[in-house]
């Protein structure tokens, strides 16, 4: 009986190292190495850094006339898509990312087949070409972005530009 009793408390005993090690979470937005990005807020405050997208990411229809967010280091798409927005080329550069250093951008869709990232614009006379990046606008030099890697992603835009 007592061999029994000892077994069956040995038994519970290694249920419970589970659940006591699973109560040691991670600080919030953190996922080891990388923070997570869950709102369209998070990936603005986003800078140098590791980040990986929680879920799918949506800008609510904005239309973006300088980059929505800097970023350097990674960004994870984690499977997940940035959509709802379109980009507006006015006078300056335009793209979702102003980039800062090293990048690696993976596993990540912009726009959708059903909704692509509108591009417009145009260039503004003499000496005044415009550039825009459905995904990535880089700086000036003092802040040019180097080595960039792109695995596993995937853009879809639509692009119109008038001559002025």
Do not use: C
Request: hydrophobic share 45%; glycine share 12%.
């Amino acid at each position: 009986m007592m061999k029994k009793l000892i077994s069956v408390l040995l038994a519970l005993a290694m249920l419970a190292v589970p659940v006591l090690s699973a109560s040691a979470e991670e600080p919030p937005g953190a996922e080891g190495e990388y923070t997570l990005i869950r709102t369209a807020d998070d990936l603005k405050n986003a800078a140098e850094g590791n980040y990986r997208l929680a879920n799918d990411i949506d800008l609510g229809g904005q239309e973006l006339t300088v980059a929505f967010a800097t970023l350097g280091g990674v960004l994870d798409g984690n499977g997940h898509s940035i959509t709802g927005f379109s980009l507006k080329l006015e006078s300056n550069n335009v793209g979702l990312l102003l980039l800062r250093g090293e990048l690696t951008v993976r596993n990540l869709t912009v726009g959708s087949p059903d909704a692509p990232v509108a591009v417009s614009g145009g260039t503004s006379g003499a000496g005044g070409d415009a550039f825009a990046g459905v995904l990535l606008r880089n700086t000036s030099n003092s802040g040019r972005a180097y080595n960039v890697t792109f695995e596993n992603v995937h853009i879809w835009g639509d692009v119109t530009f008038e001559m002025r």
